[in-house]
T-cell receptor, first 115, second 107 residues
Framework: NAGVMQNPRHLVRRRGQEARLRCSPM?????VYWYRQLPEEGLKFMVY????????ESGMPKERFSAEFPKEGPSILRIQQVVRGDSAAYFC?????????????FGPGTRLTVL | GIQVEQSPPDLILQEGANSTLRCNFS?????LQWFHQNPWGQLINLFY???GTKQNGRLSATTVATERYSLLYISSSQTTDSGVYFC?????????FGKGTKLSVIP
């Protein structure tokens, strides 16, 4: 059973470029979450999606960040016009049902470096 | 929102020693998970334990939901146990993480 897959594992961008991070949930999971880990900080919730729906994006910066989970294909976290402060590890998690009563499983993360 | 406090923040152990990590949370929760972040940055699921006690090899965990705390026990520690241990809780669906306990196991 494949776990949560994320790619790329490492991504380097120059200021002003776009970053696209991909996440494929575990088989049978239809709930996806994105978290960000800034250097020397804990993990913070960004967004919760189900297929074709954003359920909660309260943790996502209002500008430059967007997320989607289309009917087909992986979930995408998109960061436009990246700045140095976006450098962080971005983790995706998935659960079988709503995470209120279901375990979340995490991918290996994408480490974004903005030069 | 829910507050999560972990203690101790740092812990250095001799190989073979036992340890107890604590997680206090400020409100009732439906979900509590323990993770190990290894030196390569990967988050490894250890336990899903909103209440009760579970054991997995040298690791065990206990959550007392009515008193709002959870404990992670590591016995006979090994150098591969080094890393950061996170407790995360949820009252709805978003996990709120503590700041972690950084464990260093020395030979």
């Amino acid at each position: 059973n494949a776990g949560v897959m994320q790619n790329p594992r490492h991504l380097v961008r120059r200021r002003g470029q776009e970053a696209r991070l991909r996440c494929s949930p575990m088989k049978g999971h239809s709930h996806v979450y994105w978290y960000r880990q800034l250097p020397e900080e804990g993990l913070k919730f960004m967004v919760y999606l189900q297929k074709e729906n954003i359920i909660d994006e309260s943790g996502m910066p209002k500008e430059r960040f967007s997320a989607e989970f289309p009917k087909e294909g992986p979930s995408i976290l998109r960061i436009q016009q990246v700045v140095r402060g976006d450098s962080a590890a971005y983790f995706c998690a998935s659960s079988q049902g709503t995470a209120s009563y279901n375990e979340q499983f995490f991918g290996p993360g994408t480490r974004l470096t903005v030069l | 929102g829910i507050q999560v406090e972990q203690s101790p923040p740092d812990l250095i152990l001799q190989e073979g020693a036992n340890s107890t990590l604590r997680c206090n949370f400020s409100d009732s929760v439906n979900n509590l998970q323990w993770f190990h972040q290894n030196p390569w940055g990967q988050l490894i699921n250890l336990f899903y334990i909103p209440s009760g006690t579970k054991q997995n090899g040298r690791l065990s965990a206990t959550t007392v939901a009515t008193e709002r705390y959870s404990l992670l026990y590591i016995s006979s520690s090994q150098t591969t146990d080094s890393g950061v241990y996170f407790c995360a809780v949820s009252g709805s669906y978003q996990l709120t993480f503590g700041k972690g306990t950084k464990l260093s196991v020395i030979p």
